[in-house]
C-alpha cells in the first residue's frame, strides 16, 4: 500500500523549531531571510524534491516512505565542511549549493535555523546535531570549530571499542528524539572513525482539532486492489484548497498556522507515481499558488503511524556524490592524511497523525571510516597472551612468561 498522504512533511512541516506548546500566545514572527539564506533555501527544496523522487523510484520493500531533506541535508552539511577537491564539488552538487561558498553555506545555514526559533509558539520542533570520533583519530581544528560554531554541534571523542560508545550515540539519538527513535546505530566496526548525526522532533497541534467521536472505521483502498478497514477522522472545516487534472489538495494548518500539512490526493486516473514525476520548484511554486479558501470542505483523513528507514548511498550516488563513498573521497579537512571516505548515509524517519495533530521525528547519520590504510592501531589483550621483559642494550630477555588467567594473586 502506498499511502496516499506521504507528502506531507516533504518540505513544509520540518521547516520548524523549539519552542514551548504549553505557553503560546497569539504573536507570531517573521523570518527575514537574507539573500543567501533564501537561496540557499531555494537549493533545499530542490534537493528535497530529487531526494524523495530517487528514494520512491528505489524503495520496494516499504509501502509508507517518509523522509526529511532538512535532516539529510545538515548531516551531509556538517560533512561537507571536511570535503576538498572533486569531493567537496560534488556534494556541493547534490546538494544544489553549487556556486555558494563554504562560508556563505555555513552561514545561511546557521541563519535559517536561528531564524525558525521564533515562530509559533503552538509548534514544537527541535533540532539537534552531533559529532562523534574514535578516540584518539586525529580531527582537524577547524572542522570542529566550524560544526561547533554554524550548526550548534556536539562534539565528543569515545572509545569506539567500548559497548558504551553504542550506548551514548543511541542514547543521544532517543533523547533529542523524545524516545521515537531509539536506536540508529547497530554496530561499530574497526574502520569507522566518525558519526555525524542530526536529529529533529516535531511536534504540532492541529488548528482545528478532530473530534474524537467523528472519527469512524471505514475502508481504504490500497493499489493492489484490496480494502483494509481503518481509522478516518472526519470533520468540515473552510481550508485552503487546490485540485488540478492530476491531484485535489487541502492545506491542514498547525497552531497559528505557521505550520501546515500538505495533503496531495491523485485523481482517480492518476497515481502517485504521476505527482512524484512532477516534484520540482517549479511545479511546488505553482500548486502553492493555487491554493484558495474554499468553506465547508468535508475533510474524512485516515490515522496513521509508522516508521521508515533507509541507507542513502545508493540514492545519494545517483544524485551525483557516489565519488564520497570510495577510496577516491577527499576528506582531508576531516584529517590532513586522507584516506577516508563516507562508509554510510542512514535515515530513519517516524510520524503519528491522529485527532489532536502531528508527532514526527527524524534522525540522519553519516558514518565515516578509513579507506586501506587504517589511521590508528588498537591492542586488546582480551586473551590469554605470551610476554617477555629484556634488557634494552644487550637485549638479554630477562623473563618470558604467559597469562591465560589475568586474576591478581
Not at 566550524?146 to 539519538?173: C, H, M, Q, R
Not at 498547525?254 to 497515481?271: A, H, I, R, S
Not at 507515481?273 to 516534484?279: F, S, T
Not at 586522507?338 to 534522525?363: C, M, P, R, Y
Request: aromatic fraction near 12%; hydrophobic fraction near 40%; glycine fraction near 4%.
Amino acid at each position: 500500500m502506498k499511502l496516499k498522504f506521504i507528502f506531507s512533511l516533504i518540505l513544509a512541516s520540518f521547516f520548524v523549531f523549539g519552542c514551548d506548546l504549553a505557553n503560546s500566545n497569539d504573536e507570531i514572527d517573521e523570518i527575514k531571510l537574507t539573500e543567501k539564506t533564501a537561496q540557499l533555501l531555494e537549493a533545499e527544496n530542490s534537493f528535497g524534491f530529487e531526494l524523495f523522487q530517487n528514494i520512491y523510484a528505489f524503495e520496494t520493500q516499504s509501502d509508507n516512505i517518509m523522509v526529511s531533506p532538512l535532516s539529510v541535508s545538515l548531516a551531509l552539511a556538517m560533512t561537507y565542511n571536511g570535503a576538498n577537491g572533486e569531493t567537496k564539488t560534488a556534494m556541493e552538487k547534490t546538494l544544489k549549493v553549487y556556486g555558494l561558498t563554504s562560508e556563505a553555506i555555513n552561514t545561511s545555514y546557521q541563519t535559517l535555523v536561528d531564524g525558525l526559533k521564533s515562530l509559533d509558539k503552538k509548534v514544537l520542533l527541535e533540532i539537534a546535531n552531533a559529532i562523534y570520533y574514535r578516540e584518539g583519530f586525529d580531527v582537524e581544528q577547524d572542522f570542529i570549530s566550524t560544526n561547533k560554531e554554524y550548526y550548534n554541534a556536539e562534539v565528543d571523542a569515545l572509545d569506539f571499542s567500548s559497548p558504551n560508545a553504542l550506548e551514548t550515540i543511541n542514547g543521544w539519538v532517543a533523547e533529542k528524539t523524545h524516545d521515537k527513535i531509539d536506536k540508529i546505530l547497530d554496530e561499530i566496526s574497526p574502520e569507522q572513525v566518525m558519526f555525524l548525526i542530526n536529529a529533529i522532533y516535531f511536534k504540532g497541534m492541529w488548528a482545528s482539532e478532530f473530534d474524537k467521536d467523528k472519527t469512524t472505521e471505514d475502508p481504504f483502498y490500497p493499489d493492489s486492489g484490496s480494502t483494509i478497514q481503518t481509522d478516518f477522522m472526519n470533520q468540515t472545516q473552510t481550508v485552503e484548497m487546490a485540485s488540478n487534472d492530476l491531484f485535489s489538495a487541502i492545506q491542514l494548518p498547525y497552531g497559528k498556522g505557521k505550520y501546515n500539512m500538505f495533503v496531495f490526493l491523485p485523481e482517480t486516473d492518476k497515481t502517485l507515481q504521476d505527482i512524484v514525476d512532477k516534484l520540482d520548484k517549479d511545479n511546488w511554486e505553482t500548486w502553492m499558488q493555487s491554493f484558495a479558501e474554499t468553506e465547508d470542505v468535508i475533510i474524512s483523513l485516515p490515522k496513521f503511524k509508522y516508521k521508515y528507514e533507509i541507507k542513502l548511498n545508493d540514492v545519494l550516488s545517483e544524485m551525483g556524490m557516489g565519488v564520497a563513498f570510495t577510496d577516491a573521497a577527499d576528506f582531508t579537512g576531516i584529517n590532513k592524511n586522507g584516506q577516508l571516505k563516507i562508509d554510510f548515509v542512514k535515515h530513519k524517519t517516524f510520524i503519528e497523525v491522529n485527532e489532536e495533530g502531528t508527532e514526527a521525528a527524524a534522525v540522519t547519520v553519516v558514518g565515516v571510516e578509513t579507506t586501506s590504510v587504517p589511521l590508528f592501531v588498537e591492542f586488546n589483550a582480551n586473551r590469554p597472551f605470551f610476554y617477555a621483559i629484556t634488557e634494552k642494550d644487550t637485549g638479554a630477555i630477562l623473563f618470558m612468561g604467559t597469562v591465560k588467567n589475568p586474576v591478581y594473586e
